[in-house]
């Protein structure tokens, strides 16, 4: 029987008071009430095989309005790849790869070095640092200017239009000054590279403005929107999963020792951070026809929320020790937190790029970094993310 969420014990997405501190509240649910269900509308799934399955089934599940925790699905003018299903979705999906093809990652690795020196350079050599505000917050952003195509002198007026809109996401953005301004920037630039076609460039703008034989035209609304997708996809969550994992190694000593000792210890560990906190800790599917999930049945037309951040805490798949980190945990990779199936995330081979870059260069920076002794794991704000809200060290160790 599905268990409709009428104990406070159970997760609720919907509920202000589970927000900050999820994790009990998801326990229970996977304990006690695996399908939940919290509104009219939205279902919950919080373990690992029912997440997985989910993620597997495009037959009975569609992306249609995926993030919207609401009847009312984010209207948006065009189709984004996270919205789409097939055949649309697979089109989009071949055409945004072309940028994050391994050729590709491998000619952009230098260019994420140089972004990550540029950040180290600008940390004081001694004294207080939030490794969240002035080194994680500017990575991401700037990787992905790059991988776009955006004009560096526009990074910093971009990202601050982009975090205004990252912080709303997954309430509408479309009322935002900074919506207006991202999008005519964004526009403008596509009627740029298209009155100089003979000017190319290896980057997402150059992809979605010119086609290729057997590709589509697309109108500048639709670069404009795909665009978009990727600023909403990749800021934010790459920047929570470098902080996270940074906090999570300062915070276990050993680990952090052992990794600065054995930089071969640092994939594992970043996935172990993927797991332990995952940065987009949900995502939405409508049910197309009615479903039974783990005996429960739930009617086609409502939403279901996939856990993430459960299911990657699910005992029964990762042990008694689930919610510990482990940066020797077998087989960390095997979590959720880059999704499953057709809408894997595309640009997972790039955030592991940027935090195995980022937190080794500050490994070699600053190697005897530690966390200030007020340091507490505090969730940033906000019901997708799942980000610290910041890392406060003392680099070099010493106190002034
Ligand atoms: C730690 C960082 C990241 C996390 C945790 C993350 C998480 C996810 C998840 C869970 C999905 C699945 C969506 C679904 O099934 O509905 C997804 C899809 C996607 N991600 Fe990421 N992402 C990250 C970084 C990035 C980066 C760096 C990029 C781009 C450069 C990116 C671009 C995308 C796109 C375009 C999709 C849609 C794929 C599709 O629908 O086929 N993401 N991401």
Known sequence: MTTPVDSDEF????????????????????????????????????????????????EHFSSRGNFTVGAEDVRTPVTMITQSDEPEHG????????????????????????????????????????????????????VLYALIGIPKPAWREVQGWADAIVSVVPEP????????????????????????????????????CFAEPGEAELPTLDVVCHVFQLVVAATDTTRGLIANCLYRLLENRSAWEAVVADR??????????????????????????????????????????????????????????SRTYRIDRPDSAAHLA???????????????????LAIGALMDAHPAMRLTPDATWEKCDGILTRRVKSVPVWIDGKEI
């Open 91 to 142: 089109v989009l999906r071949a055409r945004l790869l072309k940028n994050l093809a391994p050729a590709r990652l491998r000619n952009l690795t230098p260019e994420v070095e140089g972004i990550v020196r540029d950040a180290i350079s600008e940390l004081p050599s001694f004294g207080r640092v939030d490794m969240y505000t002035d080194y994680a917050h500017f990575i991401p952003a700037a």
């Open 11 to 58: 997760f609720d997405p919907l509920n202000p008071a589970h927000i900050p501190d999820p994790d009990d509240f998801m326990a229970a649910s996977r304990r006690g009430c695996p399908i939940g269900r919290v509104s009219e509308i939205l279902y919950t799934a919080n373990t690992d095989d029912l997440v997985r399955a989910v993620f597997d089934d495009t």
């Open 173 to 208: 953005v479309d009322g935002l000054p900074e919506f207006a301004s991202l999008m005519g920037f964004l526009a403008q630039l596509v009627e740029m590279r298209r009155s100089h076609p003979d000017d190319r460039h290896e980057d997402v703008l150059d992809n979605l």
């Open 264 to 321: 071969s210890l640092l994939p594992n560990a970043i996935e172990e951070s993927l797991r332990m906190d995952s940065p987009a800790q949900f995502m939405v599917r409508s049910v197309l026809e009615d479903v039974s999930l783990d005996e429960c049945p739930i009617p086609a037309g409502k939403k279901l929320y996939l856990n993430i951040q459960s299911a990657n805490h699910d005992e029964k798949r990762w042990g008694e020790d």
């Open 338 to 356: 880059f999704g499953r199936g057709i809408h894997t995330c595309i640009g997972a081979p790039l955030a592991r790029i940027e935090a195995r």
